[in-house]
């Protein structure tokens, strides 16, 4: 375009191009066919005469269930801490050079994500079957510094925490390992160069910039961990779904105390999802394209556009 065909200050502009957002009736037809089933589901569960949700607001915040809440974050948080300290031990181990560590690492994960969780939680819960006693001593003599009854240290409570961290640590171990690979290996020879050992490479160098692939899937464990504890009550472990099992059993309104449980569970998880999402935006700062989006935002989004369109179309109705 030369000078010359360059609009002028106060040329009249009415024939220049508008660009006008492109219509997509689909979105809205589809958007439509689901609010109607969503309103369809709720209607039929808020009117349906087998659930006496009077019985769901009695039991929501009964001192026994609020019990077996507080039992199943304090079993998900030791579980996690622990397991996520021995994912990173064992995802150094299977990177490292040493073939011993690779090997026991990889056995590890291999015998932990092989075999059900159901089946880690019963077998820790009878422990004292295996060994009736645990003790400390000299291996292969008969000398015995400290001896104890299992059954007496591996309470019921205790073993759900073990069973749940070790199953945990072998996932979230293979998380940490594909978050170290995802990093370029021009850093670690980066700092070899600088003198840097390797622990202090893996800590300060490698495992930072490995948080940005790391937190989300960890995140899902955590969640998933959460929903877990519920399997503990086969070793009678008082955590909420056992206390409402128990509850249940005496006034005979199962549905209504699933339904407690379930709400508790969806409360747990929404909470832990917001430092979850703070965690992924801090560490994903400079990756502006992988930055996730909160609902809010998602939600200010959309409203924007709806407002564009709306807008793109009174202009439309205007010029006609």
């Not at 030791?78 to 560590?101: H, K, Q, W, Y």
């Not at 955590?222 to 779904?241: F, G, R």
Request: proline share 4%; net charge positive.
């Amino acid at each position: 375009m030369t000078s010359s065909t360059l609009p002028k200050p106060g040329q009249d502009r009415a024939f220049d191009i508008e660009a006008l957002p492109l219509r997509r009736p689909g979105r809205w037809i589809w958007a439509i066919v689901l609010l109607l089933f969503a309103a369809w589901f709720i209607q039929a569960l808020w009117t349906n005469k087998n659930i006496d949700y009077s019985v769901v607001g009695q039991y929501l915040f009964n001192p026994e269930i609020v019990s077996g809440v507080g039992t199943t974050l304090i079993i998900t948080a030791i579980s996690m801490i622990i397991s996520t300290v021995l994912a990173v031990i064992l995802a150094a181990m299977r990177l490292s050079g040493n073939p011993v560590a690779i090997a026991f690492s990889s056995f590890y994960v291999w015998l932990f994500r092989g075999t059900p969780l159901l089946v880690q939680i019963v077998i820790w819960g009878y422990f004292g079957l295996i060994f009736e006693k645990i003790s400390l001593g000299i291996p292969f003599t008969d000398i015995v510094f400290w001896e104890v009854d299992t059954n007496v240290l591996l309470t019921a409570f205790v073993a759900g925490i073990i069973a749940l961290t070790l199953n945990e640590a072998a996932y979230s171990a293979e998380i940490v390992r594909s978050g170290m690979l995802s990093v370029d290996s021009g850093q670690k020879e980066a700092a070899a160069s600088l003198g840097m050992s390797p622990f202090h490479t893996f800590v300060r160098i490698l495992l930072p910039q490995a948080m940005r692939v790391i937190i989300p899937p960890l995140g899902n464990e955590l969640i998933s961990m959460i929903k877990n504890t519920s399997l503990l009550s086969l070793i009678a472990v008082m955590e909420v779904y056992t206390r409402a099992t128990q509850i249940s059993a005496q006034n005979l309104k199962q549905v209504e105390l699933l339904i407690v449980v379930s709400i508790w569970y969806l409360i747990i998880v929404s909470i832990l999802s917001i430092p979850q999402h703070y965690l992924e935006r801090y560490f994903g700062r400079g990756v502006e394209r992988n930055a996730p989006t909160s609902t809010l935002q998602k939600a200010r989004e959309m409203t924007g556009a709806i407002a564009v369109q709306l807008q793109g179309k009174k202009k439309g109705a205007r010029r006609g």
